[in-house]
């Protein structure tokens, strides 16, 4: 089945410094890839999302690239700011009888400081 | 709109005892996963509704897990007994496609401890 990887587990950075998170998956099939920001105690929210026919999508400060004969994906996040602080979690999707599920990174956890 | 309900919000039990935990997604989503999330991990999909039916539940542990979605609306899942390694948190999500590249509307969560 697919096989999502994530990396890195933590991420520190300084407020207005540039993060990045970086992805990798095993199902050439897949053609769906979503970013979800998870603060602590909350749920899981989609923040960005890019298909399979776009390189790259961006977002105010947010932006997603895709290389698909790499098989992997990223977030990137310009000035950075402390509510920027959480958990990020890529996704991939995979079909599966006619429907699509997505499965998730092990997730990144990003601590600006101000 | 509203968003997905989950309740209860935590519940902690001992292991072999059972546990039930509801969801109420978004009005109108066909959709409806149920997701679990161990500490320090992504979330793992468990089990995914169409309508009433059921699309996928391969990662399901079925002979202690169930799940149903009587009249394509509200959700519950059950563990019956639980182990000490169910401790997680439960999150149920919706959408209103087959989730092929919709946004998924998560929960709450129900945070479970297995003592």
């Known amino acids: 089945g697919e096989n999502v990887e994530q990396h890195p587990s933590t991420l520190s950075v300084q407020e207005g410094d540039s993060a990045v998170i970086k992805c990798t998956y095993s199902?050439?099939?897949?053609?769906?890839f979503p970013w979800y920001k998870q603060e602590l105690g909350k749920r899981p929210q989609l923040i960005i999302d890019?298909?399979?026919?776009?390189g790259e999508k961006k977002d105010q400060r947010i932006a997603v690239t895709l290389n698909k004969t790499a098989k992997h994906f990223s977030l990137h996040i310009t000035e950075t700011q402390p509510e920027d602080s959480a958990v990020y979690f890529c996704?991939?999707?995979?079909?599966?009888?006619?429907?699509?599920?997505?499965?998730f990174g092990t997730g990144t956890r990003l601590l600006v400081s101000p | 709109e509203a968003g997905v309900a989950q309740s209860p919000r935590y519940k902690i039990i001992e292991k072999r005892q059972s546990v039930a935990f509801w969801c109420n997604p978004i009005?109108?989503?066909?959709?409806l996963y149920w997701y679990q999330q161990i500490l320090g991990q992504g979330p793992k999909l468990l089990i995914q509704?169409?309508?009433?039916?059921?699309?996928?539940d391969s990662q399901l542990p079925k002979d202690r897990f169930s799940a149903e979605r009587l009249k394509g609306v509200d959700s519950t899942l059950k563990i019956q007994p639980a182990k000490l390694e169910d401790s997680a948190v439960y999150l149920c999500?919706?959408?209103?496609?087959?989730?092929?590249?919709?946004?998924?509307?998560f929960g709450s969560g129900t945070q479970l401890s297995v003592l």
């Open positions: 999500a919706s959408s209103d496609h087959r989730g092929a590249g919709e946004k998924l509307f």
């Open positions: 199902d050439s099939a897949s053609n769906y």
């Open positions: 890019i298909r399979s026919n776009v």
């Open positions: 996704a991939a999707s995979i079909r599966n009888t006619g429907f699509q599920k997505l499965v």
């Open positions: 009005s109108g989503h066909a959709t």
């Open positions: 509704f169409q309508n009433n039916g059921v699309v996928d």
